[in-house]
């Protein structure tokens, strides 16, 4: 199992942080030119309880996939997702939001095991948690870009 702990600090308001990190305009952005997708199943642009996302890309040889459904949402506290279906073994992560004198703590603690499929298992291993790493880094730098400046509100509709 891998395990991801990252702490952004961001100079915004929390109710802001909060709800740029579940825009699904913001994480697709944030996926550009990576050759991946993501889908939601949420009636707006802000994922909520019950809501699905999907993420898809290729890696490997193969077009990869989880969905994850938002099961806790704790408004502007936190909100977890977990993986429904899936390629990896188990995907969940979990978004915490902690309002600073000067801004916002988020923090992003996942757990995942590497993926089912034998190729997958063994090299998944070695770059798994450095490609979500990587992804959550670019995400939460492009949330930072946003909350602190004007252009949260280009995509807060």
């Known amino acids: 199992m891998a ?64 969905t994850a459904r938002v099961l806790e949402m704790i408004i502007p506290e936190k909100f977890v997702e977990e ?21 916002t703590l988020v923090i992003d603690l996942v757990e995942m095991e590497e993926p089912r499929d034998a190729v997958g298992g063994m090299l998944g291993k070695l770059f798994m948690k450095n490609y979500f790493e990587t992804l959550l880094n670019k995400r939460n730098a492009l949330v930072k870009l946003y909350a602190e400046s004007e252009k949260w509100r280009a995509v807060m509709g």
């Not at 994480?27 to 707006?44: D, F, Q």
């Not at 642009?45 to 193969?62: E, F, P």
């Not at 993986?83 to 801004?103: A, I, M, T, Y």
């Open 83 to 103: 993986q429904v279906k899936g390629d990896l073994k188990s995907f969940r992560h979990e978004h915490h939001f902690k309002p600073v004198e000067n801004g």
């Open 3 to 66: 395990s991801i702990h990252l702490t952004t600090f961001i100079k915004a308001p929390v109710e802001r942080v909060f709800d740029l990190c579940r825009n699904t305009t913001v994480y697709k952005k944030a996926l550009e030119g990576r050759n991946e997708s993501l889908s939601a199943s949420a009636a707006g642009i802000l994922v909520n309880a019950g809501d699905t996302i999907t993420l898809s890309a290729k890696h490997l040889g193969k077009t990869r996939a989880i």
